[in-house]
C-alpha cells in the first residue's frame, strides 16, 4: 500500500512541478510579446480604390502614439504586378489612436492595387 501512494504522491508532484513549468513558459512568452510591440507603429491596409489611370487611393488604418508623426510608404502595382505608384505620406500627431486614413497615391499607369509598406516614426 506505500509504494501505491508513494508512486501517486510522486506522480502528483510532477503534475504539479510541469503546470507551473507551463504557466512560467506562458508568461513569459507573453512578456516578450507585448515588449517587442509596445511604442511601435502598426498599420493594417483596409482597401483601396482606384481613381483612374493616373491615381488611387490607399486606406489604411494606423495604430501608434498619437503624439508622434509617422511617416508611411506607399506603394500601387499593376495587373502583372510591376510598381506603378510609389509614395510616402506623414501623418502628424492626433487626438486618437487608432485612426483610420485614405491617402491619394499618383501613378504613372493603371494601378490594379495600392497598400502601405511599411510606417515608422517621424524622428
Given amino acids: 500500500m506505500s509504494t501505491t501512494a508513494t508512486a501517486s504522491t510522486s506522480t502528483i508532484r510532477w503534475w504539479v512541478i510541469g503546470g507551473i513549468g507551463v504557466k512560467v513558459m506562458v508568461a513569459l512568452a507573453v512578456w516578450f510579446g507585448m515588449s517587442a510591440t509596445v511604442g511601435k507603429v502598426h498599420w493594417y491596409n483596409t482597401g483601396f480604390e482606384v481613381m483612374s489611370d493616373e491615381q488611387v487611393d490607399v486606406r489604411f488604418d494606423l495604430r501608434r502614439d498619437p ?11 499593376d495587373d502583372k504586378h510591376a510598381r506603378v505608384g510609389t509614395g510616402s505620406v506623414v501623418v502628424a ?25 511599411s510606417c515608422s516614426y517621424v524622428d
Fill in 67 to 77: 503624439s508622434r508623426a509617422v511617416e508611411c510608404d506607399l506603394h500601387a502595382l
Fill in 93 to 117: 500627431p492626433g487626438e486618437e489612436s487608432p485612426s483610420r486614413h485614405i491617402e491619394p497615391l499618383r501613378t504613372v499607369a493603371r494601378a490594379t492595387t495600392g497598400y502601405v509598406d
